[in-house]
């Protein structure tokens, strides 16, 4: 069993989906009363995982009732159709926006080798699979499911991505966030608790949106937060005040990148590198004005690879907004 799992109260399991490595990304198993919700799925490399957890609660795909990816970005629906394929009694819910994709991923696969290349595509998500369209379910803006007797409302939450919504579980009165309550890895640690970060991955990033689907979240009162990356996080002001900071501040590091380029005889691949190093530089001035307990160089390493994807999510943003 991964080191990374973790049982909650109200029958919640937290499985480490080992998306490209340990402690990268988050898959959620909900149980009620002999029933199960999959909440994210990780790649189709992490159906494994999730079969060895179930079998160790006694449980087996044919009693999952329903697979729900937050959004379609891959490392979160990447193994919709490898789950819906072994659980043959799951209804997959997802977003309106996404829904398509999931019926028919070859635009999500062709998207997502443009980036990656097609070798590291086949290590990172494998084979993905169409998912049968009778049995997608569409949740539109404001969206309710009787999970087994239990209320799981879901909230259209647009900003890191138009095909996102969160889903609130009344019972344990926690929002499984997705992307959309940012970034906050347990090894981000400082004196003064977690860095929690935006996640402005391409292609869809608006931060004005995302700033109002965070509200929307909070509107709630949500007691617990379960992030995709990674884990549960208590949404304290201090908290939610750092990840709304951060949108605002990756947003002006862009802005400002967009003007120091301008007229500049540079190509938009120095510009993304450019953004990279202004967020690292804003995340580790954070990190320390939250009191370091770490060395830089670590706290650097762990934010390598979420402020790549930033940059190029900014990027992205910058060039089809017309500044
Ligand atoms: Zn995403």
Redesign the pocket.
Known sequence: MNRNNKNYNHGITMIDAEYAQSGIASIYLLEQAGQVAIIETGTTHSVPYVDEVLASKGLSFDDVAYVIPT?V?L??AGGAGEFMHRCKNAKLIVHPFGAAHMIDPSKLIAGTIAVYGEKLFKKFYGEIRPVDASRVIEAPGFFKVDFNGRELEFYDTPG??RHHFCVYDIQSKSIFT??TFGIGYPQLMTKQGRLIFA?T?PVQFDPGSLLQSIDCLMSLKPEIMYLTHFGEITPTPEIVKQLKRSVRQFANIALDAQEYFTGKDKNSENRVDYIQQKLKDYLLDTIDEMGAIESRAFYEKNIDFDTKLNAQGLDFWLSKSAW
Request: overall charge negative; glycine content about 10%; hydrophobic content about 20%.
């Open positions: 959004h970005h490392d979160h890191h991505a997705g992307d996640a991955t």
